[in-house]
């Protein structure tokens, strides 16, 4: 990753350009041409310096109900439990932790209820009954940023 590289980065993270052609206007703002521009954001994407682009959207704000749930998963169960989750369009993040509590999830819904319906649904598929939910009370922290 180079200079450039870092400023596609901070272009994609703060300033994504809503037009026709967004990566030739990133291309324009950066100096270089449309084709590099994607050449560098897919070569960054399979390296794995990006993991997608897209909008990070407010649950509450729109009207949706979230929670970030913890799951106490013995080992060998796992694989069929992170898959079980992973199946739910809601899930956002799904990420193993060094805790007792060792799979961590957030899950967005239309309702309450929803949410409930889907942690439910974990449970019967899964097996695994250990499961925190934790609704935030407040953002502490809503993105990260990068400069480079």
Not at 114 to 139: F, P, Q, S, Y
Request: net charge positive; glycine share 8%; with cysteine.
């Amino acid at each position: 990753m180079d200079a450039l590289d870092g400023k596609i980065l901070n272009v994609l993270q703060d300033e994504f350009p809503l037009v026709q052609a967004p990566f030739g206007s990133i291309a324009e703002r950066i100096g270089l041409g449309e084709d590099e521009v994607i050449r560098r954001i897919g070569k960054m994407k399979r390296e794995g310096v990006i993991r997608r682009i897209g909008a990070v959207f407010d649950p509450q704000k729109l009207g949706f109900a979230s929670t970030l749930c913890a799951a106490r998963v013995p080992e060998e169960r796992l694989p069929a439990f992170v898959k079980g989750v992973n199946a739910l369009a809601g899930v956002t993040h799904n990420y193993r932790r060094n805790h007792p509590y060792n799979v961590w999830f957030t899950l967005t819904e239309e309702s309450e209820r929803a949410l409930d319906d889907a942690i439910a649904r974990i449970v019967d598929e899964t097996g695994i009954a250990d499961i925190l939910r934790m609704k935030a009370k407040r953002a502490f922290k809503i993105d990260a940023r990068f400069r480079f």
